[in-house]
């Protein structure tokens, strides 16, 4: 690898994980949120069935973003 990529290539992973780590926090919100909102899925509303796939979606993919995040960033350090 030429020296001169190797800044490019640590900004870059560091830009992808720093974009990963906020959708990840977007996630976590908005897990939290759906819980507060439907009292741990006890008041959904007629037809609010959604509220189950996002009770599973949401922090599956804020666990996925995360691990995305975390290992953008260990790639950025070792760049």
Known sequence: MAPSSRP???????????????????????????????????ATRAGGQGAYVGAVAFPLLAVILGWGAWRCARAARRA
């Open 8 to 42: 490019a290539r640590r900004a870059a992973f560091g830009l992808a994980a720093l974009l990963l780590a906020s959708l990840c926090a977007f996630f976590v919100f908005y897990t939290a949120r759906l819980l507060y909102v439907t009292r741990g899925l006890s």
